[in-house]
């Protein structure tokens, strides 16, 4: 782990989290896209993914006990929460909350980044996992291990920021078999790839996975936070 990226969590409270922001919005992205959902995201990320949207929070966050954040999430009464960050592993907490969050009825889902190990999430818990393609800068630190801990019903995202991203994304598909594994994403950089460019790739692959828009950045302003 790069030290000087977790610094932020340095001096945080044992058995809190760092929370950059808990708020309410539309699911912009995976097979629950478009439904109400409530956002608690985490401060702090070990990656620095070249097309990052979040970074403002790798180093702003407030520290907050679980109770605290679920009875903010609870008070949103909305049944869907997702768990994001920032990267929420990094902060071994995020654990607990995930499963007082199923135990309290919600949906829960988890974004994460594929760095680091899914095995110990909740398996009521719905992952939306990341394969990092080459553009993105971290593509060395795909945790491979992952694939084999997965649930059939969690979801493999791959952002294409390029042609190589795409044919990259695709013999990972077929080599491992993900198409049949897993709800497999495939999603375009905002600004860097068309939807229309990625459409036609998909469409000549032959794969059988699921072009997604980041939704939320149509209905938004693309470059606001909190949405
Ligand atoms: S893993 Fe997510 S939060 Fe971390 S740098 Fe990449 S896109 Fe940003």
Redesign the pocket.
Known sequence: MHAQRLAPLVGKPPGQLLIHEIYRSIQGESTFAGLPCVFVRLAV?????V?????H??TQGTARTLDDIIGQVLDFRTPLVEIT???PLVQPESLPLMARLADAGLTVLLET?G?HAVRPVDRRVHIIM?L?CPD?G?CANNRWENLADLKPTDQIKFVIASETDFRWAEQVIRGHDLERRFVVLVSPVFGAVTPRQLAEWLLASGLQVRLQLQLHKFIWDPEARGV
């Open positions: 990320c070990d990656s620095r993914c097309w990052c949207d979040t970074p929070a790798f960050g920032g990267e980044s760095a990341d990092k993105s971290e």
